[in-house]
């Protein structure tokens, strides 16, 4: 099956941790992306990849790290600098075109709980 | 700050009416997206339209585009109970530095009663 994979679905830390969140895909996508979703909010890009080794912080990096050694994997790091951490998260990855013509494929999220 | 913008926030109407959600932006796109969630998963792309097109259909789904007054519309003909998700749009803004993000609404809500 071709798609986008994110583990855990469900995940709980103490206030203070780190968390590494899951991301692969296998679509052969250049382009990955986090974003955050809170309730009823529409979604918020963390950080975003276009091509191995490199990454661009979006609109709310701060207290995220984020690494792209391979095409196929974008793990996301909440850092305990990360002042509200609990949320859902997404991953998603796209071809890049030069025209700007693409979608987006989103993996099913983490939803992630700290206390 | 976000670029697209849905209205209304919520739409609650009856299987069988037609739903219809409007999205406003800010700057010049190359294109347009309209993307659905169901609740607590991820997105799903429904439908793509460029600067240069007014109107495309895909099944039930039909998306209208104005780009001189920067708005778009997602009519969802015949709706059904599985409709029954969150909506949003999303836009890639013409920035050149930016090639490559989406910019997203925070969505219309639609609940079809069966």
């Known amino acids: 099956d071709g798609g986008i994979t994110q583990s855990p679905k469900y995940l709980f830390r103490k206030e203070g941790q780190n968390v590494t969140l899951s991301c692969e895909q296998n679509?052969?996508?250049?382009?990955m992306y986090w974003y955050r979703q809170d309730p009823g909010q529409g979604l918020r890009l963390i950080y975003y990849?276009?091509?191995?080794?490199?990454?661009q912080k979006g609109d709310i990096a701060e207290g995220y790290s984020v690494s792209r050694e391979k095409k196929e994997s974008f793990p996301l790091t909440v850092t305990s600098a990360q002042k509200n951490p609990t949320a859902f998260y997404l991953c998603?990855?796209?071809?890049?075109?030069?025209?700007?013509?693409?979608?987006?494929?989103f993996g099913p999220g983490t939803r992630l709980t700290v206390t | 700050s976000q670029q697209g913008e849905e209205d209304p926030q919520a739409l609650s109407i009856q299987e069988g009416e037609n739903a219809t959600m409007n999205c406003s932006y800010k700057?010049?796109?190359?294109?347009l997206q309209w993307y659905r969630q169901n609740s607590g998963r991820g997105l799903v792309h429904l439908i793509l339209?460029?600067?240069?097109?007014r109107e495309k259909h895909s099944g039930r789904l039909r998306v209208t585009l104005d780009t001189s007054k920067k708005s778009s519309s997602l009519l969802i003909t015949a709706s059904r109970a599985a409709d029954t998700a969150s909506y949003f749009c999303?836009?890639?803004?013409?920035?050149?530095?930016?090639?490559?993000?989406?910019?997203f609404g925070r969505g219309t809500q639609l609940t079809v009663w069966p």
């Open positions: 339209i460029r600067s240069n097109e």
């Open positions: 679509l052969n996508h250049d382009a």
């Open positions: 990849s276009q091509i191995v080794n490199d990454f």
């Open positions: 700057t010049s796109i190359n294109n």
């Open positions: 999303a836009t890639d803004a013409r920035r050149g530095s930016t090639l490559g993000r989406l910019y």
């Open positions: 998603a990855s796209s071809i890049i075109s030069g025209t700007g013509l693409y979608e987006q494929y």
